[in-house]
């Protein structure tokens, strides 16, 4: 299929990644998955009228809280890792600043969801 090509793309070597159809497919899957939580955590708060502190920490210690509140802090975050990588790519011209960015980013939001999810399990164990 070298016909498809441009005579350019075939000089600079550079052609599809054969990888944007799956980072699209994350995207998406990431913020259907975050319709439902995003919707659960809003009725719980609103279900606490009274949210002092103890009682919102007897519900994060709820383990089907704990769980849920997990999976929003890691969804969320992988969502917007994706979404901030096709920024990047899109507005960022030079290879390596984009390369770093993207780098620098995604760590940043793993440090984030790391304590995040921390924080829920250290509160949902009491310590």
């Given at each position: 299929m070298s016909y498809l090509r441009s005579p350019l793309s075939v000089a600079k070597g550079h052609g599809?990644?054969?990888d944007g159809t799956h980072h699209f497919w994350l995207q998406r899957v990431t913020a259907i998955a975050l319709i439902p939580l995003i919707v659960w955590f809003c009725l719980s708060l609103?279900?606490?009228p009274t949210a002092t502190y103890?009682?919102?920490v007897d519900w994060m210690q709820s383990p089907f809280n704990s769980v849920m509140l997990i999976l929003s802090i890691f969804a969320a975050f992988y969502h917007l890792a994706l979404?901030?990588?096709v920024i990047l790519?899109?507005?960022i011209a030079n290879t390596n600043i984009r390369m770093f960015s993207i780098?620098?980013?995604k760590l940043l939001c793993f440090f984030f969801a790391a304590l995040?999810?921390?924080s829920v399990i250290k509160i949902a164990v009491g310590g």
């Open positions: 599809s990644a054969k609103a279900m606490m103890a009682t919102v979404g901030l990588q790519e899109d507005y780098l620098g980013m995040g999810i921390f």
